[in-house]
């Protein structure tokens, strides 16, 4: 079992940057994957980025690259979203996911440990 809780969400002006946290209780984070997904008003829940526990290998979503960066800090249980140059259509709650496959996947049916999201504004 993976307990999730996320923070650092905020309204922030286009261009600007945030920088999500996620903190997990459980045994074993070093063997578990971990993944940003978001969620806009009146739109599917969609991945954004992941980092595996297997080499730490990174994954992002098109629409981020170059602009977000997921990290782990094994020591601290902890995986961030640092967030840069933002737009208005990043605008969304932002869930911490949770897996113990090796690879992570973009399908949040693959997933089943998640945090309880926090709300990212960008205003323009």
């Known amino acids: 079992q993976v307990q999730l809780v996320e923070s650092g969400g905020g309204l922030v002006q286009a261009g600007g940057s945030l920088r999500l946290s996620c903190a997990a209780s459980?045994?074993?984070?070093?063997?578990?994957?971990l993944g940003w997904f978001r969620q806009a008003p009146g739109k599917e829940r969609e991945f954004v980025a992941a980092?595996?526990?297997?080499?730490?290998?990174?994954y992002y979503a098109d629409s981020v690259k170059g602009r977000f960066t997921i990290s782990r800090d094994n020591a601290k249980n902890t995986v961030y979203l640092q967030m840069n140059s933002l737009k208005p259509e990043d605008t969304a709650v932002y869930y911490c996911?949770?897996?113990?496959?090796?690879?992570?996947?973009?399908?949040?049916?693959?997933?089943?440990?998640w945090g309880q999201g926090t709300q990212v504004t960008v205003s323009s």
């Open positions: 459980g045994r074993a984070f070093s063997s578990t994957s």
């Open positions: 980092v595996s526990w297997f080499v730490d290998n990174t």
């Open positions: 996911a949770a897996s113990r496959v090796v690879t992570p996947t973009t399908r949040t049916s693959e997933w089943p440990y």
